[in-house]
């Protein structure tokens, strides 16, 4: 079992920034895939970013150059930095986990954390 804890979070202009973060414990931090997705009110959950244990970074494509994922394996964490935050972005955002190889399904979720960014 993993357990996903996640911080940040919060309200932000927009334009503004805002930084989550994700520590995992309960199962080697290099035998997962770390995830971001978010779901905003009345949509489909949908993928932001995955981080890699080799700190490669998928991202979204039109949320590339305004989210940054970084990830240390050294704190089992990952963090999703957002600049130039706009009001689309407001969402529930949840940290995920994998295990690592070819299509894994993502398995373990933290309880979702509140952005919400006005005009």
């Known amino acids: 079992q993993v357990l996903l804890e996640e911080s940040g979070g919060g309200m932000a202009q927009a334009g503004g920034s805002l930084r989550l973060a994700c520590q995992a414990s309960?199962?080697?931090?290099?035998?997962?895939?770390m995830g971001w997705f978010r779901q905003a009110p009345g949509q489909e959950r949908e993928f932001v970013a995955e981080?890699?244990?080799?700190?490669?970074?998928e991202y979204k494509e039109s949320l590339k150059g305004r989210f940054t994922v970084t990830r240390d394996n050294t704190k089992s964490t990952v963090w999703l930095q957002m600049d130039n935050l706009k009001p689309e972005d407001t969402a529930v955002y949840y940290c995920?986990?994998?295990?690592?190889?070819?299509?894994?399904?993502?398995?373990?979720w933290g309880q979702g954390t509140q952005v919400t960014v006005y005009p």
């Open positions: 309960g199962r080697a931090f290099s035998n997962l895939r």
């Open positions: 981080a890699y244990f080799s700190g490669f970074i």
């Open positions: 995920a986990a994998r295990p690592t190889g070819f299509g894994a399904a993502w398995e373990f």
